[in-house]
């Protein structure tokens, strides 16, 4: 049974960048039908998608953190990651990684339990 | 950019209510449209992609409408399981803002 965790700090301050990794179980990254991403969630409001990669490295962002997000993967540590530059508080969420169903890299069928991370000083 | 507006934002139903919550799409997304499930403090469900086909192993009392703009997600008898919130999520293109703002299905 595939299963996601994400892992990373908690707390970031404004400025720096929040980095994340996604480890994966039960099932391998390179399987070539599918993409990987991450979801956040700010407090009480709703789902925002952040962007995807394919283990070919072939990326997917959304255009609105484009300029401050890059999504890697590693298949030899079955992992992906992500780093969000420039953090400020708007970036304080909960963070899911999650596998994206075939043919699509926004619609996501397996996800991880979801981590916190909050930016403040 | 695609905008996607759900409505309602709340809805109060009672067990065994037929509900229905509307998603629209600000143009045409053919039927790339996903139902997510969410509990508090759980990742989102995948209850339906492509408008319509329901994934496995979720109850057949789930089903999905639509196609271009307009969509609905329609829940024949409402379980005690069911109380959530639902968001939509359109896959035709990578928009900014791809998910509906979220509807909570409370307890009358």
């Known amino acids: 049974q595939l299963q996601l965790q994400e892992s990373g700090p908690g707390l970031v301050k404004p400025s720096e960048t929040l980095s994340l990794t996604c480890t994966v179980s039960?099932?391998?990254?390179?399987?070539?039908?599918?993409?990987w991403g991450w979801i956040r969630q700010p407090p009480g409001k709703g789902l925002d998608w952040i962007g995807s990669?394919?283990?070919?490295?072939?990326?997917y962002y959304n255009p609105s953190l484009k300029s401050r997000v890059t999504i890697s993967i590693d298949t030899s540590k079955n992992q992906f990651s992500v780093k969000l530059s420039s953090v400020t508080a708007a970036d304080t969420a909960v963070y899911y990684c999650?596998?994206?169903?075939?043919?699509?890299?926004?619609?996501?069928?397996?996800w991880g339990p979801g981590t916190l991370v909050t930016v403040s000083s | 950019d695609i905008q996607m507006t759900q409505s309602p934002s709340t809805l109060s139903a009672s067990l065994g209510d037929r509900v229905t919550i509307t998603c629209r799409a600000s143009?045409?997304?053919?039927?790339?449209l996903a139902w997510y499930q969410q509990k508090p403090g759980k990742a989102p469900k995948l209850l339906i992609q492509?408008?319509?086909s329901l994934e496995s192993g979720v109850p057949s009392r789930f089903s999905g409408s639509g196609s271009g703009t307009e969509f609905t997600l329609t829940i024949s008898s409402l379980q005690t399981d069911d109380f959530a919130t639902y968001y939509c999520?359109?896959?035709?293109?990578?928009?900014?803002?791809?998910f509906g703002g979220g509807t909570k299905v409370e307890i009358k």
């Open positions: 999650a596998r994206h169903i075939y043919g699509s890299a926004v619609t996501a069928d397996q």
């Open positions: 039960g099932g391998s990254i390179s399987r070539s039908t599918y993409n």
């Open positions: 990669i394919h283990y070919s490295g072939t990326t």
């Open positions: 143009q045409s997304i053919s039927s790339w």
């Open positions: 492509k408008a319509s």
């Open positions: 999520q359109q896959y035709n293109d990578y928009s900014p803002v791809n």
